[in-house]
């Protein structure tokens, strides 16, 4: 009997099946069904803390300053790169002229000094088609003060080429042509094409160039020839690059015939002195022109 009782009892301490709690549950679902989800904390939406609704993603951007490239403008851009590559031939082409005695240190000074003042009228002509404000035109150097620095630069190289020419006398030839090819390199890697980047300074790239010119130039019989290649380094990797750059910028249609006309002289000069590196010049510029492009243009869609 107390049995019974007991569990009687304990029976009726479960709570019951209520349809009205059901319904009101079912209410509370479909409430919080029709609030909608939104991206917040301070607001309490029924919902767990860890909830992510459909929409979480939506507002979502990917790539949202993607530059899209097309293949003809970076054919056209890598010109900047071969136009580098091809001064820099030039340059050991004239070294090696020299140290055959095919090209004499005079001829050197006067082609030399020959372009830049080419080089300079040049310039000043592009200039003339750019738009500068007052301000600008004001802090423009003058003929007088660019003759100056001219006659500054060119007799401090020739008062320092018996220096130059023996600054590494003592260091053997393997080492000197070594040296040369990373410095030369370096220039390569660090010039200013055009693109802001942490890896670009202009006067590193300068720097370098200038101190292979001088490694090199240790390697010539004379002061004379030590100071002619120290000048024309300084013209063809200090001040041709200037030049090159206003010239594409004022005149991208010229830039791409300079690119090819600069391309078929070194070629030439390169013929001159042997089949092998021709052939990797050109190769190399097929590369650079045409295959990198493509790569580039191949792997855009993959950026996502």
């Known amino acids: 009997m107390e049995d019974t009782i007991l569990l009687s009892t304990t029976v009726s301490s479960f709570p019951r099946y209520s349809k009205s709690r059901d319904r009101s549950h079912d209410v509370k679902m479909a409430a919080r069904r029709e609030i909608k989800w939104r991206k917040i904390l301070y607001e309490h939406q029924n919902v767990p803390d860890n909830y992510v609704d459909e929409s979480f993603l939506e507002e979502m951007k990917k790539n949202l300053y ?6 003809w403008s970076v054919v056209k851009a890598s010109g900047e790169i071969t136009q580098q590559i091809s001064s820099m031939c030039l340059f050991i082409v004239s070294f090696i002229y020299m140290d055959d005695k095919r090209l004499l240190p005079d001829t050197l000074v006067l082609i030399t000094i020959a372009v830049s003042v080419v080089g300079y009228i040049v310039s000043k002509l592009v200039d003339k088609f ?17 003759l100056k620095t001219f006659v500054m630069f060119t007799g401090f190289s020739y008062c320092l080429s018996p220096v130059l020419a023996s600054l590494t006398e003592t260091i053997s030839t393997d080492t000197i042509y070594a040296m040369t090819t990373v410095m030369l390199l370096a220039n390569l890697a660090f010039h200013n094409y055009g693109v802001q980047a942490a890896l670009v300074s202009e006067a590193f790239s300068l720097n370098a160039a200038i101190f292979a010119s001088v490694c090199l130039a240790s390697r010539l019989p004379t002061s004379w020839h030590a100071f002619a290649t120290v000048l024309f380094s300084l013209q063809i990797f200090g001040l041709w690059p200037r030049l090159r750059h206003k010239i594409k910028e004022t005149f991208p249609a010229v830039n791409v015939a300079l690119t090819v006309v600069l391309g078929s002289l070194t070629l030439l000069a390169l013929f001159t002195v042997s089949m092998v590196p021709a052939v990797v010049f050109i190769l190399g510029h097929v590369f650079i022109t045409f295959i990198c492009p493509a790569w580039l243009i191949s792997l855009q869609p993959l950026k996502k």
């Open 66 to 71: 993607i530059r899209n490239y097309e293949y």
């Open 130 to 146: 750019t738009t500068v404000d007052s301000s600008d035109d004001k802090n423009q150097r003058t003929v007088l003060e660019d």
